[in-house]
């Protein structure tokens, strides 16, 4: 607990460094107002367009966690599948290394055509994000038993099902954590981007709108918004683990 505290404390202090030197560099002028407005300018502007604000930030929580969780589940059926299967994994494991390299911008037209110009592009961008880092993230934690452990079930005569909800769950979970850590973030970034390229609501489409409306304090007070989603859905993350998980916490670290 006074880790944690400690983190916490250091974390508000580096926030209330980066505040003052952002209003030190709009207040001194060193950069134009209307690129980057005083911190307190933006805070402004979040109260005086709050329920705006609001309404286009759940959009975007509600995007971001239907794409991680509809990601999450397709991953975990292909590690799954890929770790019990030489025949899957040797033929769809370069198939999602290769589908990392692919540019996920570039295909949201293409969604946009397949699913129409709803949430289904966007949630499609954020499950596909969320699909790439958590399979390779869990195929390696399936693979990744202790030795002894696999050595006792072996001797046992265990099947591959309690193989897996005795031994290789256990070794996942690390792994699993760390890759919904990664996803997390990755999800909203993607889910704003789409909503900026296709979408009619959304942090993503209200900085575009902001933008164009030259409104610089309402797109930085939707990217801070952003920002924070994130970090909220990092932490309750990071709790869960904690309380869950507490075991797989020092596991993780060393990942």
């Known amino acids: 607990m006074t880790a944690s505290l400690r ?8 926030v209330l460094l980066v505040g003052l030197a952002w209003q030190l560099v709009s207040g ?18 979040f109260a005086d367009n709050r329920p705006t604000i609001t ?12 794409g991680l969780a509809l990601g999450t589940v ?6 799954l599948g890929m770790a019990y299967s030489g ?27 397949a699913f129409g110009d709803g949430y289904g592009p966007r949630v499609a961008v954020a499950a596909v994000a969320s699909f790439i ?32 909800r005795m031994v290789q769950s ?34 993503g489409y209200l900085v575009q709108f902001a933008g164009y409306s030259f409104r610089i304090d309402v797109m930085w007070a939707a990217v801070l918004t952003a ?9 309750i993350l990071a709790l869960v683990e904690s309380l869950v998980f507490p075991w797989a916490v020092a596991e993780g670290r060393s990942l």
């Open 7 to 14: 983190q916490a404390g250091q974390f508000l202090l580096a």
């Open 28 to 45: 001194l002028g060193l950069v134009k107002v209307y690129v980057l407005p005083p911190p307190l300018d933006v805070l402004r502007a």
């Open 55 to 66: 309404h286009h930030a759940l959009v975007t929580l509600w995007t971001s966690l239907a």
């Open 74 to 79: 397709l991953a975990a059926l292909a590690a």
């Open 87 to 113: 025949l899957l994994h040797r033929a769809f494991r370069p198939l999602v290394v290769m589908l990392s390299a692919c540019p996920i911008i570039g295909v949201i037209p293409i969604l946009v055509v």
């Open 133 to 164: 880092v958590t399979a390779l993230y869990l195929v390696n934690g399936l693979s990744r038993t202790d030795a002894l452990a696999d050595e006792l079930m072996h001797s046992l005569n265990a099947s591959a099902w309690q193989r897996l």
């Open 170 to 203: 256990f070794s996942a979970v690390p792994y699993l954590m760390a890759a919904l850590k990664l996803s997390v973030s990755t999800c909203v970034i993607q889910a704003i981007v789409a909503e900026w390229i296709s979408g009619t609501s959304g942090l």
């Open 227 to 235: 920002v924070v989603i994130t970090l909220g859905l990092l932490g």
